[in-house]
């Protein structure tokens, strides 16, 4: 079953800063994407909801160009995830558990790594670079922190570190997988705060998240994935217990979310 409401359909005439249309991906004989097709204008929150192994991650992952689709195509304000990623159009915030927080780097130096398409085999960066860092550090609030070890900062404070990162980079496309996991309430707010201030000047965010209560304050539209686009629209036409049924299969609102 495909439901769709409160979005144009694929083809309009709004340009779309991401379009995803007909997306298939496998992994051997896993399904983990159907004929996922969604657009989102420039200067929106997009929050992306369904149960774990829905393919959330795995349409980041298409978007960021680090799968190859088996069918259908991604497009980042025109472009292919490969040419977006090269110019740093796209940025990514991953999930804590897939960073390596013992690394020696500091919060500045992997601030620094969103600059390194612009810097060429030496990595080495110039005044500009250094600037674009600094004032995206500050952006963030962490500038007091830049030089501190990154496994040395609370949950909330690493997520805006990557943040950061793609801020430094330029991203006009930012992907957060779920930013708010792990953070405590004061950072869960400011993220949100500051991810609302990127949109306002143009961003084009999405953010798989869990915490389905804290989404209407976050996004401008929410999808529902099982695979494929299950509804998109916004989040009080998504948050309903009829169409959360068909991904979750209980009443996630009153309680009984599904981690």
């Keep these: 079953m495909s439901v769709k409401t409160g979005v144009p359909p694929i083809g309009g005439t709004t340009a779309p800063a991401l379009r995803v249309d007909g997306v298939t991906v496998r992994y051997g004989d896993v399904l983990a994407l159907d004929r996922a097709s969604l657009e989102v204008a420039p200067g929106r929150v997009c929050g992306i909801i369904g149960v774990n192994g829905s393919g959330k991650s795995t349409l980041f992952k298409a978007v960021m160009g680090l799968v190859h689709p088996d069918a259908g195509s991604v497009l980042i304000a025109g472009d292919t995830p490969a040419a977006a ?51 995206a550090l500050a952006r963030v609030e962490l ?11 609370s949950g ?12 430094a980079q330029g991203a006009t496309v ?64 998504v948050l309903t217990p009829e169409h959360l049924s068909l991904a979750f299969g209980l009443d996630v609102l009153s309680g009984g979310e599904d981690e």
């Design 174 to 237: 930012l992907l957060l997988d779920e930013p708010f996991a792990g953070v405590d309430k004061r950072s869960e707010a400011t993220i949100t705060r500051l991810l609302r201030e990127l949109a306002a000047e143009g961003r084009t965010i999405l953010v798989s998240t869990h915490d389905l209560h804290a989404l209407p304050g976050l996004a401008d539209e929410a999808i529902l994935l099982m695979r494929r686009v299950l509804v998109h629209g916004a989040p009080s036409e």
């Design 85 to 135: 990623r090269r110019a740093g159009a796209v940025g990514y915030v991953p999930q804590s558990e897939a960073v390596d927080w013992d690394f020696p780097l500091s919060v500045r130096d992997v601030v620094m790594t969103g600059r390194y398409g612009r810097m060429g085999f030496t990595r080495r960066p110039k005044a500009a670079d250094r600037e674009a860092v600094e004032r």
């Design 143 to 153: 500038s007091d922190y830049a030089d501190r070890q990154i496994g040395r900062l």
């Design 156 to 167: 909330g404070q690493r997520k805006r570190a990557f943040v950061a990162r793609g801020l």
